[in-house]
Protein backbone atom coordinates (compact mmCIF):
# COMPACT_ATOMS: atom_id res chain seq x y z
CA UNK A 1 0.00 0.00 0.00
CA UNK A 2 0.87 3.39 -0.53
CA UNK A 3 2.13 5.98 2.14
CA UNK A 4 -0.91 7.81 2.67
CA UNK A 5 -1.04 11.17 1.26
CA UNK A 6 -1.28 12.89 5.21
CA UNK A 7 2.61 11.69 5.76
CA UNK A 8 3.48 12.14 2.28
CA UNK A 9 2.36 16.14 2.67
CA UNK A 10 3.59 16.52 5.95
CA UNK A 11 6.99 15.64 5.14
CA UNK A 12 6.85 17.69 1.43
CA UNK A 13 6.04 20.91 3.52
CA UNK A 14 8.35 20.77 5.93
CA UNK A 15 11.26 19.83 3.54
CA UNK A 16 10.16 22.11 0.28
CA UNK A 17 7.44 24.82 2.92
CA UNK A 18 3.86 25.01 3.32
CA UNK A 19 2.79 26.44 0.12
CA UNK A 20 0.77 25.17 -2.36
CA UNK A 21 0.69 26.89 -6.01
CA UNK A 22 -2.30 27.01 -8.73
CA UNK A 23 -2.21 26.31 -11.93
CA UNK A 24 -4.78 28.49 -13.16
CA UNK A 25 -4.50 29.41 -17.00
CA UNK A 26 -7.40 32.04 -17.35
CA UNK A 27 -7.74 33.69 -20.71
CA UNK A 28 -6.65 37.02 -19.21
CA UNK A 29 -3.37 35.44 -17.82
CA UNK A 30 -2.25 33.73 -21.17
CA UNK A 31 -2.50 36.70 -22.40
CA UNK A 32 -0.07 38.84 -19.67
CA UNK A 33 2.09 36.02 -20.62
CA UNK A 34 1.79 36.63 -24.51
CA UNK A 35 0.33 33.62 -25.22
CA UNK A 36 -2.65 32.92 -27.36
CA UNK A 37 -5.77 31.62 -26.06
CA UNK A 38 -5.80 28.33 -27.11
CA UNK A 39 -4.16 24.43 -26.58
CA UNK A 40 -0.88 26.06 -28.05
CA UNK A 41 -0.99 28.36 -24.84
CA UNK A 42 -2.31 26.14 -22.49
CA UNK A 43 0.60 23.93 -22.81
CA UNK A 44 3.22 26.86 -23.21
CA UNK A 45 1.67 27.95 -20.25
CA UNK A 46 1.38 25.00 -18.11
CA UNK A 47 4.93 23.41 -19.04
CA UNK A 48 6.76 26.19 -18.13
CA UNK A 49 4.79 26.33 -14.52
CA UNK A 50 5.71 23.03 -14.14
CA UNK A 51 8.95 23.34 -15.15
CA UNK A 52 10.10 26.12 -12.99
CA UNK A 53 8.34 25.18 -9.61
CA UNK A 54 8.35 21.37 -10.01
CA UNK A 55 11.42 21.05 -8.11
CA UNK A 56 10.65 23.86 -5.50
CA UNK A 57 6.75 23.69 -4.03
CA UNK A 58 5.33 20.81 -2.41
CA UNK A 59 2.36 20.86 -3.95
CA UNK A 60 0.41 22.15 -7.58
CA UNK A 61 -3.18 22.75 -7.66
CA UNK A 62 -4.38 22.35 -11.16
CA UNK A 63 -7.83 23.99 -11.83
CA UNK A 64 -9.58 21.32 -14.10
CA UNK A 65 -11.84 24.12 -15.55
CA UNK A 66 -8.99 25.77 -17.20
CA UNK A 67 -7.85 22.35 -19.23
CA UNK A 68 -11.68 21.18 -20.08
CA UNK A 69 -12.87 23.76 -21.74
CA UNK A 70 -10.48 22.73 -24.33
CA UNK A 71 -12.20 19.96 -24.46
CA UNK A 72 -9.58 16.23 -24.92
CA UNK A 73 -6.48 18.35 -26.00
CA UNK A 74 -6.97 20.78 -22.94
CA UNK A 75 -7.56 17.56 -20.95
CA UNK A 76 -4.40 15.64 -22.80
CA UNK A 77 -2.51 19.00 -21.50
CA UNK A 78 -3.31 18.39 -18.01
CA UNK A 79 -2.66 14.46 -18.03
CA UNK A 80 0.98 15.64 -19.14
CA UNK A 81 1.18 18.48 -16.33
CA UNK A 82 0.05 15.79 -13.21
CA UNK A 83 2.55 13.25 -14.50
CA UNK A 84 5.63 15.35 -14.89
CA UNK A 85 4.66 17.14 -12.02
CA UNK A 86 4.90 14.13 -9.68
CA UNK A 87 8.27 13.14 -11.45
CA UNK A 88 9.46 16.38 -10.15
CA UNK A 89 8.83 15.60 -6.58
CA UNK A 90 5.61 18.13 -6.42
CA UNK A 91 2.53 16.64 -4.72
CA UNK A 92 -0.84 17.02 -6.97
CA UNK A 93 -3.92 18.31 -5.68
CA UNK A 94 -6.50 18.37 -8.42
CA UNK A 95 -8.98 20.78 -8.04
CA UNK A 96 -11.44 19.91 -9.78
CA UNK A 97 -14.63 19.74 -6.63
CA UNK A 98 -16.52 16.35 -7.61
CA UNK A 99 -19.62 15.67 -5.71
CA UNK A 100 -22.19 13.14 -6.92
CA UNK A 101 -23.81 10.15 -5.26
CA UNK A 102 -23.77 6.48 -6.01
CA UNK A 103 -21.85 5.24 -9.39
CA UNK A 104 -21.28 8.53 -9.97
CA UNK A 105 -19.30 9.66 -7.44
CA UNK A 106 -17.07 6.15 -7.35
CA UNK A 107 -16.55 7.18 -11.70
CA UNK A 108 -15.28 10.69 -10.22
CA UNK A 109 -13.08 8.26 -8.14
CA UNK A 110 -12.11 6.16 -10.59
CA UNK A 111 -10.78 8.97 -12.32
CA UNK A 112 -8.77 11.42 -10.06
CA UNK A 113 -7.90 8.80 -7.11
CA UNK A 114 -6.96 5.29 -8.65
CA UNK A 115 -3.60 4.52 -9.78
CA UNK A 116 -2.88 4.15 -13.04
CA UNK A 117 -5.55 6.61 -14.20
CA UNK A 118 -4.30 9.35 -16.90
CA UNK A 119 -5.65 11.73 -13.95
CA UNK A 120 -4.05 10.17 -11.01
CA UNK A 121 -3.99 12.89 -8.84
CA UNK A 122 -2.08 12.67 -5.00
CA UNK A 123 -5.75 14.36 -3.63
CA UNK A 124 -8.79 15.91 -5.06
CA UNK A 125 -11.07 18.60 -3.89
CA UNK A 126 -14.49 17.36 -3.45
CA UNK A 127 -17.87 18.86 -2.22
CA UNK A 128 -20.17 17.40 0.60
CA UNK A 129 -23.16 19.41 0.14
CA UNK A 130 -25.14 15.61 -1.28
CA UNK A 131 -24.27 14.67 2.07
CA UNK A 132 -21.09 13.78 3.49
CA UNK A 133 -21.98 9.69 3.52
CA UNK A 134 -21.52 10.61 -0.99
CA UNK A 135 -18.23 11.28 -0.98
CA UNK A 136 -17.97 7.35 0.53
CA UNK A 137 -16.67 6.16 -3.33
CA UNK A 138 -13.82 8.59 -2.81
CA UNK A 139 -12.96 8.26 0.75
CA UNK A 140 -12.58 4.64 0.15
CA UNK A 141 -10.38 4.68 -2.55
CA UNK A 142 -8.19 7.30 -1.00
CA UNK A 143 -7.65 5.27 1.57
CA UNK A 144 -6.82 2.24 -0.64
CA UNK A 145 -4.43 4.14 -3.21
CA UNK A 146 -2.58 6.47 -0.48
CA UNK A 147 -4.46 9.41 -1.86
CA UNK A 148 -6.15 12.59 0.18
CA UNK A 149 -9.52 14.67 -0.08
CA UNK A 150 -10.24 17.75 0.68
CA UNK A 151 -13.39 18.54 1.74
CA UNK A 152 -15.38 21.78 0.95
CA UNK A 153 -15.62 23.47 4.48
CA UNK A 154 -15.36 27.28 4.92
CA UNK A 155 -14.60 28.53 1.26
CA UNK A 156 -13.46 32.25 0.47
CA UNK A 157 -16.29 33.24 -1.79
CA UNK A 158 -18.65 35.43 -0.02
CA UNK A 159 -22.08 33.25 -1.29
CA UNK A 160 -20.57 29.89 0.60
CA UNK A 161 -21.97 31.39 4.03
CA UNK A 162 -25.65 30.45 2.64
CA UNK A 163 -25.14 26.82 2.68
CA UNK A 164 -21.30 26.67 4.67
CA UNK A 165 -23.05 28.47 8.39
CA UNK A 166 -26.77 27.38 8.02
CA UNK A 167 -27.93 25.65 11.34
CA UNK A 168 -29.04 22.15 11.34
CA UNK A 169 -31.55 20.92 13.95
CA UNK A 170 -28.91 20.22 16.35
CA UNK A 171 -27.56 23.64 16.68
CA UNK A 172 -24.56 22.95 14.93
CA UNK A 173 -23.51 24.47 11.11
CA UNK A 174 -23.05 22.31 8.21
CA UNK A 175 -19.42 23.54 8.41
CA UNK A 176 -19.31 22.34 11.82
CA UNK A 177 -20.71 19.30 10.59
CA UNK A 178 -18.15 18.35 8.14
CA UNK A 179 -15.60 19.50 9.94
CA UNK A 180 -16.54 16.62 12.70
CA UNK A 181 -17.06 14.22 9.77
CA UNK A 182 -13.03 14.56 8.87
CA UNK A 183 -11.63 14.76 12.28
CA UNK A 184 -13.46 11.53 12.44
CA UNK A 185 -11.70 10.10 9.33
CA UNK A 186 -7.89 11.51 10.40
CA UNK A 187 -8.69 9.86 14.05
CA UNK A 188 -5.05 8.41 15.02
CA UNK A 189 -3.33 9.39 11.80
CA UNK A 190 0.27 10.21 11.99
CA UNK A 191 2.09 12.57 10.88
CA UNK A 192 -0.95 13.79 9.43
CA UNK A 193 -4.61 12.85 8.11
CA UNK A 194 -5.43 12.63 4.93
CA UNK A 195 -8.56 13.59 4.74
CA UNK A 196 -8.38 17.97 4.53
CA UNK A 197 -10.59 20.59 4.73
CA UNK A 198 -11.01 24.20 2.75
CA UNK A 199 -11.12 26.63 4.36
CA UNK A 200 -10.73 29.92 3.19
CA UNK A 201 -7.89 32.90 4.52
CA UNK A 202 -9.89 35.78 3.33
CA UNK A 203 -12.20 34.70 6.45
CA UNK A 204 -11.28 36.29 9.89
CA UNK A 205 -11.68 34.60 12.91
CA UNK A 206 -12.85 31.39 13.16
CA UNK A 207 -12.38 30.44 16.36
CA UNK A 208 -15.74 29.22 16.93
CA UNK A 209 -14.97 26.31 14.90
CA UNK A 210 -12.95 23.65 16.02
CA UNK A 211 -10.43 23.00 13.16
CA UNK A 212 -8.17 20.78 14.82
CA UNK A 213 -9.28 17.87 12.06
CA UNK A 214 -5.70 15.92 12.74
CA UNK A 215 -5.81 16.85 8.20
CA UNK A 216 -4.45 19.59 6.37
CA UNK A 217 -6.02 22.72 5.87
CA UNK A 218 -5.96 24.02 2.16
CA UNK A 219 -6.04 27.86 2.70
CA UNK A 220 -7.13 29.94 -1.15
CA UNK A 221 -7.40 33.44 -0.98
CA UNK A 222 -3.85 34.74 -0.17
CA UNK A 223 -2.65 37.08 -3.23
CA UNK A 224 -5.73 37.82 -5.55
CA UNK A 225 -8.20 37.33 -3.40
CA UNK A 226 -6.84 39.80 -0.61
CA UNK A 227 -5.71 37.51 2.21
CA UNK A 228 -2.33 38.04 3.22
CA UNK A 229 0.07 34.78 4.76
CA UNK A 230 0.02 37.66 7.77
CA UNK A 231 -3.43 36.66 7.93
CA UNK A 232 -3.00 32.90 9.08
CA UNK A 233 -2.31 33.03 12.56
CA UNK A 234 -5.92 34.92 12.93
CA UNK A 235 -7.19 32.85 11.21
CA UNK A 236 -6.36 29.43 12.01
CA UNK A 237 -4.55 30.04 15.41
CA UNK A 238 -4.03 26.61 17.16
CA UNK A 239 -4.37 24.96 13.75
CA UNK A 240 -1.54 26.91 11.76
CA UNK A 241 0.56 24.20 11.67
CA UNK A 242 -1.91 21.87 9.02
CA UNK A 243 -2.15 24.96 6.94
CA UNK A 244 -1.27 24.62 3.42
CA UNK A 245 -2.11 28.02 1.82
CA UNK A 246 -2.89 28.46 -2.09
CA UNK A 247 -1.65 30.84 -3.73
CA UNK A 248 -2.47 31.20 -7.85
CA UNK A 249 -2.04 34.77 -9.41
CA UNK A 250 0.46 35.81 -6.79
CA UNK A 251 2.74 33.79 -8.26
CA UNK A 252 1.75 32.85 -11.96
CA UNK A 253 1.86 36.92 -13.03
CA UNK A 254 5.47 36.82 -12.37
CA UNK A 255 5.86 34.55 -15.72
CA UNK A 256 6.49 33.56 -18.09
CA UNK A 257 9.80 34.35 -16.69
CA UNK A 258 11.11 30.87 -14.84
CA UNK A 259 13.22 32.44 -12.36
CA UNK A 260 10.40 35.52 -11.98
CA UNK A 261 8.14 32.36 -10.85
CA UNK A 262 10.92 30.86 -8.53
CA UNK A 263 11.40 34.19 -6.73
CA UNK A 264 7.56 34.45 -6.71
CA UNK A 265 7.10 30.99 -5.08
CA UNK A 266 10.03 31.51 -2.78
CA UNK A 267 8.77 34.83 -1.38
CA UNK A 268 5.93 33.57 -0.28
CA UNK A 269 6.80 30.56 1.14
CA UNK A 270 9.86 32.59 3.54
CA UNK A 271 6.51 34.86 4.10
CA UNK A 272 4.22 31.68 5.16
CA UNK A 273 6.95 30.33 7.29
CA UNK A 274 7.33 33.79 9.23
CA UNK A 275 3.88 33.97 9.63
CA UNK A 276 3.05 30.43 10.89
CA UNK A 277 5.70 30.80 13.33
CA UNK A 278 3.91 33.31 14.85
CA UNK A 279 1.22 31.16 15.71
CA UNK A 280 -0.35 29.98 19.18
Not at 32 to 56: K, M, Q, S, Y
Not at 70 to 78: D, E, I, K, T
Not at 173 to 200: D, K, Q, R
Amino acid sequence: MTEPFGARLRRAMDERGPLCVGIDPHASLLADWGLNDDVAGLARFTRTVVEALGEHVAVFKPQAAFFERFGSRGLAVLETAVVEARERGALVLMDAKRGDIGSTMAAYAETYLRPGSPLFSDALTVSPYLGYGSLKPAADLARESGAGLFVLALTSNPEGAEVQRAVREDGRTLAATMLGHLAAENAGAEPLGSFGAVVGATLGDLSSFDLAINGPLLAPGIGAQGATPADLPTVFGAAAGNVLPSVSRGVLKHGPDAAGLRAAADRFTEEVRTALDQAP
